[in-house]
Each structure stands twice: as structure tokens, then as C-alpha cells.
């Protein structure tokens, strides 16, 4: 029935069901809701169950729409947020009961979120309070997010990552095809290279054991293209091109998570190992493992689906780097 309401004479506040009539009108005519039978009016008027108003939920449509744990209409004029950092805040901020069992809840909630929203968790990226609770039950945590959602779940000893192999929920794949998608596989395998070999140096042993500058990028990608350059779309072989793709390389990989920039300077973080070890294609139920630099080389059948290789694998203390 529409808004979840029943009809006004069954002691249904008419102001509320005025309400749940002016949410569907919006949400009919933003797309989020598709009208199958019925009619709000007749809805209104008829009695009881004499009518309904039945609708189908566009759900592309609506994970696009604002989710506040306020809406804005609810508070008061002389309460109201003013600037745009206090707006944010309201849109988001959450009751927490004060008492251990509430904060732990919100932490919860906070985690399991970043973990459904962001590809990949690092431990040092969390607060001391957070971290010490995601070590203790992110085991816990990934089961029950994995059943819910079909995720797959890569623990390691750098953090949490859930794998969406059905391709469903990702935003940004990787490995993918074209030329951009090949060309981020290559500056990934040159990042994790110069990352490995930066954390054999004694002392090396820190969150970003390689710093590499963009203009490495740049070069590295100008120098493959005299090897790879007849499998990339004409465009990207014109002088100059290589630093389009670099910055386009490294906007899917910061994306993804797998490196920081911090102005010229490009950090590879741990999850960024995965890629240089290898690409797994599934073409027709058979699995070849290839080095990325070998993809462009191969007729890749209708059939032939992308998957990544190195982060499967029982829950432990690994690290994302394989080897290690």
C-alpha cells in the first residue's frame, strides 16, 4: 500500500498520510518509484482496503537519492545548520547512546559501512579505539557482510578488503579492458615493483616504503609504449599522450585505493602488490595466468572473464604482498 499507510478512517493521522502522499508524488516523478496499479487519489478516498496504490521501486534510481539520518525538513528554523560543513555534519550525524554497548554499535555501523563503501580498509588508517575493535572482530564482521551482499572476503595483515567478483557493486574495475584500464596494469606493476624493492632497504620497513614522483609515471609509460603502444588506441600513442594516461593510471588507482598522492609525489599502499603478481582470465572456463604486461598480446573471447589473483585466501595475518 502506498507509503506503508493505511486509509485515513482507520485512525491513520490525515497530516501523516498527507505527508506519505507528497513523498510519493516527489519520489514518482524523480523515477525512484514507477506506478504498477492503483491511485494515490482512490487510495485516499476509498476506505479500508476498498484501494490501493502499488508501486515498484526503481533501485538504480534510488541509490542515487540523498540518505540523511535526519532529513532536512526536520529541524527547526532557529536549530538549522548554517554553513555547508555544519549541513554535512547534521546529514550524517547519529544518535550514540552514552554507554560502552551504544559506542561500540556506532563503531560497528562506521566500520561495516567504510568496509561496504571504500575497496579496501587499512588498520593504519583507523583511530586507536577503531583499530583495536576491528582487529578483535572484523572476522566476525566479514562473515556477516559477506553473507548479506555475496562479497568475498581478503584479510590481511595491512586490513580488510571485500572482493566483488560478480563486478556488481564496483564502481571502478580492475583488471578491466582497453587501453586505459592496460595502462593503469602497468604503472600498478611498476608502482608494487618499485614498492618491493624499497622495503628491502634497511629501515624501509614504514607505511610508504616507496616514494615515487608523477613524472616517473610519465616516463615509464612513454618508454612502454615503444612495446605496447600498436595494442593502445591511436590517441594514446601521439607524443605527449603518456601524460594523460599516467594521470588517468593514477586516478583509478587512487580510486581503488592501492596508492596516496600527495601532490607530485605517488604512494603505493600494500593492496597494490596484488596486481603486480598477476591477471587471471577465466576464457571458457579455463584460467591463464599472465602477466600484465603480456595482456595486450591476447584475443580475449566474448566469453573471457577479468578476475584478480593473490588476494584469495583464508583469513590470517598475511600481507596483500605475496611472498612476504
Not at 564482521?141 to 584479510?155: N, P, S, V
Not at 622495503?199 to 614522483?213: L, Y
Amino acid at each position: 500500500m502506498l507509503g506503508g499507510f493505511e486509509a485515513a478512517p482507520l485512525g491513520v493521522d490525515p497530516g501523516r498520510l498527507a505527508s506519505g502522499l507528497r513523498t510519493a508524488d516527489l519520489e514518482l516523478d524523480l523515477g525512484v518509484l514507477q506506478r504498477v496499479a492503483g491511485d494515490e487519489d482512490a487510495f485516499v478516498n476509498a476506505g479500508g482496503d476498498q484501494a490501493d496504490a502499488l508501486y515498484d521501486v526503481q533501485r538504480r534510481a534510488l541509490a542515487g537519492m540523498l540518505a540523511a539520518v535526519r532529513g532536512p525538513s526536520t529541524f527547526r528554523l532557529e536549530d538549522a545548520p548554517v554553513t555547508l560543513e555544519q549541513r554535512l555534519h547534521a546529514l550524517v550525524d547519529e544518535h550514540v547512546a552514552d554507554s560502552d554497548e551504544g559506542r561500540r554499535t556506532a563503531l560497528r555501523r562506521q566500520l561495516a559501512r567504510r568496509l561496504l563503501d571504500d575497496p579496501v580498509v587499512y588498520i593504519d588508517s583507523l583511530d586507536a579505539e577503531a583499530r583495536a575493535y576491528f582487529i578483535n572482530q572484523r572476522g566476525v564482521m566479514a562473515a556477516r557482510l559477506c553473507d548479506a551482499t555475496g562479497l568475498i572476503a581478503e584479510q590481511r595483515a595491512e586490513g580488510l578488503a571485500l572482493a566483488d567478483e560478480a563486478g556488481a557493486l564496483t564502481d571502478v574495475a580492475m583488471p578491466a579492458e582497453g587501453t586505459d584500464a592496460h595502462a593503469t596494469l602497468l604503472v600498478a606493476e611498476f608502482l608494487a615493483t618499485a614498492e618491493r624493492r624499497g622495503r628491502e632497504i634497511p629501515g624501509a620497513a614504514r607505511p610508504f616504503a616507496a616514494i615515487i614522483r608523477g613524472q616517473d609515471v610519465i616516463d615509464f609509460l612513454r618508454d612502454s609504449k615503444n612495446s605496447y603502444g600498436k595494442y593502445w588506441r591511436k590517441s594514446a600513442r601521439e607524443p605527449g599522450a603518456e601524460r594523460e594516461l599516467a594521470e588517468i593510471a593514477l586516478e583509478r588507482l587512487e580510486k581503488l585505493q592501492l596508492i596516496v598522492r600527495d601532490a607530485d609525489t605517488v604512494h603505493p599502499r600494500p593492496a597494490l602488490a596484488v596486481h603486480a603478481v598477476a591477471a587471471v582470465l577465466v576464457v571458457l572456463g579455463v584460467a591463464l595466468v599472465l602477466s600484465p604486461t603480456a595482456i595486450p598480446a591476447l584475443t580475449i573471447p566474448t566469453k573471457a572473464r577479468p578476475m584478480t589473483m593473490g588476494m584469495r585466501g583464508p583469513a590470517g595475518d598475511r600481507p596483500f604482498a605475496p611472498g612476504v
